[in-house]
Structures are given as structure tokens and as C-alpha cells.
């Protein structure tokens, strides 16, 4: 995250991270996801792409403030069941569409997520709720806090976005083609607040009648902070029909 703020699980409890276990002992963070239900977690499927599918070598925390150390007493650990890709993911044209994933998660007594104050499921927007140009969302994650850094943020951050209107970010100036329905842009007016490689996965997540729910995954951009660059992001309620369809929520 660019331009944010230090926060906790508490204030996130739905965010997850996804670490590859190259070796035994070493695990490499790879992305964030969303907690949608006790045993499912909703991410990006490119998260995926670039390693074989070995669910085996993956692990999600759940209730973690900070990406090294061991968030005591808080923290959630899983095995990954199941992982089901969107059957539509395509990153052939530049750009990520389809770019959503579910990992169904279990710890090694076979349980799922247990709700507390740092680990609770996140809303997903009825159909009826739009998202609305101006409005007000949050994003967040472990993700680099500069384009060009080399290490991720080691605490969780968090920041303020506005929601862009889809004719301008997909207008010449902006990406032109490249951001589909599947997707919108999210940035700041001065463009110094943004997602960054790391967040991938992660949620953006939008006030409304004081409940927040997940209308964006974090998915890709040029660079990070860059003029006409924003943020783009997986337009979840898209995907309501295919979620209820692969994890059976009411
Ligand atoms: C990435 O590589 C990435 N500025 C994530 C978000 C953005 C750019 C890149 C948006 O994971």
C-alpha cells in the first residue's frame, strides 16, 4: 500500500495472507485474500499462475498484524483443500480479466476459520448495491509502500480510495481497453495513494449504511502511484453467481 496508514487485524479481520512454501522451512509471502466464510477465502487467481498448483506447499493466516513475526494468541494458520480458479482468467492481453480465485482453507485438525476479534468474514455486496463513482473504499495489505522497493510493508496498512468512473479509466489517457467490465479503478486525486505489488488478492472494501463489503480484489496497474495509473480491481459483484455456485453461501 502507497500513502497509508499502520492498522491491525482488528480493523481488517477478513484479510488474509497466502505464503508458498518453496522449502520446508521457507515461506514466501505471495498475496492477500478475503475471508468470505468460515472455510473459503476470495482472492486473485494470477496469484497462481506464474507456479504449479501444489496446494500442498501453500498456508493462510488469518488475524496476522505482521508479515515476519507471529501475531501471538491472534493468529489463524491453514492448510489449502482446494483451490478453483475463475474458468474465464485470462492474461493474455496485458491485463488480468476473470482475475478472482476461492482457496477452501483447513487447519490440520480439520477446522475451519474460528471467529474472533481479529478473524470475521467479510460482507459480499448483494446485487442491488452498486458501486458508485465517489465513493469511498478502503484498501489493504502487506504490499510494497514505493513502486521499485524491494521488500513488502512487514505491518498490515490500510488507505483511502475513491472509486473511478469506468469511462475515464478506461479513456485513452487511463488504460484504454485493457481495464473489461470484469473490472474498475481506484485511486486517490493526487495519485499518491495506491495498492502495489503484494497486494494482489486483497480486499477493497466500501462503506455502506456502516457495513463495509467487498466490491474489489486487488489485481493489477502500471507501476504503483503513477499518474493516470490507478489501482485496477476485480469487480466482485460479477462473481456473486459463480461464488454462491462453488461455495454454497445462502
Ligand atoms: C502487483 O504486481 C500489483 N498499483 C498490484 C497492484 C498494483 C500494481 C501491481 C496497482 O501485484
Known amino acids: 500500500i502507497?500513502?497509508?496508514?499502520?492498522t491491525t487485524a482488528q480493523s481488517q479481520p477478513w484479510i488474509a495472507s497466502i505464503f508458498w512454501r518453496r522449502q520446508a522451512k521457507k515461506h514466501v509471502f505471495l498475496c492477500g485474500g478475503n475471508l468470505i466464510s468460515r472455510c473459503w477465502v476470495l482472492t486473485a487467481a494470477h496469484c497462481f499462475s506464474d507456479r504449479p498448483l501444489n496446494t500442498r506447499h501453500l498456508s493462510v493466516f488469518l488475524g496476522k498484524d505482521a508479515l515476519n513475526e507471529t501475531s501471538?494468541?491472534?493468529?489463524?494458520?491453514?492448510?489449502?483443500?482446494?483451490?478453483?480458479?475463475?474458468?474465464?482468467?485470462?492474461?493474455?492481453?496485458?491485463?488480468?480479466d476473470n482475475d478472482i480465485a476461492l482457496l477452501k482453507i483447513t487447519t490440520n485438525?480439520?477446522?475451519?476459520?474460528?471467529?474472533?476479534?481479529?478473524?470475521?468474514?467479510?460482507?459480499?455486496?448483494?446485487?442491488?448495491?452498486?458501486l458508485r463513482p465517489g465513493d469511498?473504499?478502503?484498501?489493504?495489505?502487506?504490499?510494497k509502500e514505493r513502486e521499485g522497493l524491494w521488500h513488502n510493508s512487514q505491518y498490515l496498512r490500510e488507505a483511502?480510495?475513491?472509486?473511478?468512473?469506468?469511462?475515464?479509466?478506461t479513456s485513452r489517457n487511463y488504460y484504454g481497453n485493457l481495464v473489461t467490465k470484469n473490472m474498475f479503478c481506484a485511486g486517490s486525486p493526487?495519485?499518491?495513494?495506491?495498492?502495489?505489488?503484494?497486494?494482489?488478492?486483497?480486499?477493497l472494501v466500501c462503506d455502506r449504511d456502516g457495513r463495509l463489503y467487498l466490491f474489489g480484489i486487488v489485481s493489477w496497474g502500471e507501476g504503483c502511484s503513477r499518474e493516470f495509473r490507478p489501482g485496477v480491481y476485480t469487480r466482485v459483484p460479477n462473481y456473486n453467481k459463480w461464488i454462491t455456485e462453488n461455495v454454497g453461501l445462502p
Not at 502507497?2 to 499502520?6: D, L, P, Q
Not at 501471538?72 to 488480468?96: A, M, T
Open 72 to 96: 501471538l494468541g491472534k493468529e489463524q494458520k491453514f492448510n489449502v483443500e482446494q483451490i478453483i480458479i475463475h474458468p474465464g482468467f485470462d492474461n493474455s492481453d496485458g491485463s488480468y
Open 2 to 6: 502507497v500513502g497509508g496508514t499502520v
Open 190 to 203: 493526487d495519485w499518491k495513494v495506491d495498492s502495489c505489488k503484494g497486494d494482489s488478492g486483497g480486499p
Open 160 to 169: 483511502k480510495v475513491n472509486i473511478l468512473p469506468q469511462e475515464v479509466c
Open 136 to 143: 469511498s473504499c478502503y484498501i489493504a495489505g502487506y504490499g
Open 109 to 130: 485438525s480439520r477446522t475451519c476459520a474460528k471467529e474472533t476479534d481479529s478473524v470475521r468474514t467479510v460482507c459480499l455486496p448483494p446485487a442491488h448495491l452498486m
